[in-house]
């Protein structure tokens, strides 16, 4: 399984980071090859964004079920619905010494079925990107509100 954590430092209040991370449609319009998304209810969304996997690039469409919701943490799950990858992430937020946040995200993907061989190798070096990049753009957005 494909698996991705980044942790960003940020100086920002924590009510502030709490109630970003709880809002889906303010961090899915941040993923990088963002295409579109639509929320079906309070805990589903359907996530559609451009993939760069190297040699291959695609329109990746996802349902992201929310699992868990606190004001510190929020897990979900992923279902392929475009090609059989699935999965699960979180964004958390923990408090550092100096009194600043961490944010840290984490995403775990693996493929299934006939393509499976060929598309976990790929997931291997795009999930890292893909979380690393969502942080930094995620601590960057609300750090600037």
């Keep these: 399984m494909a698996t991705g954590q980044y942790s960003k430092d940020i100086e920002v209040e924590k ?14 319009v ?12 309070e805990n589903d969304m359907i996530w559609v964004f451009q993939g760069d996997f190297g040699v291959i690039q695609k329109a990746v469409k996802v349902k992201l079920t929310q699992t868990k919701s606190e004001v510190h943490q929020v897990l979900f799950d992923l279902e392929g619905l475009s090609d059989p990858i ?5 964004f958390e937020i923990k408090q550092n010494p100096d009194g600043s946040f961490q944010l840290i995200g984490s995403l775990s993907m693996k493929a299934s079925g006939f393509l499976a061989g ?3 190798p790929i997931l291997d070096n795009f ?3 893909l979380v690393e990049q969502l942080v930094e753009e995620m601590a960057f957005t609300v750090a600037k509100e």
């Design 15 to 28: 009510e502030k980071l709490e109630s970003f991370i709880l809002n889906k449609e303010r961090w899915a």
């Design 86 to 90: 699935n999965g699960d992430g979180s």
């Design 30 to 41: 941040l993923i990088p090859g963002y295409l579109h998304h639509e929320l079906l209810n």
């Design 118 to 120: 060929i598309m976990n």
């Design 127 to 129: 999930v890292p990107r």
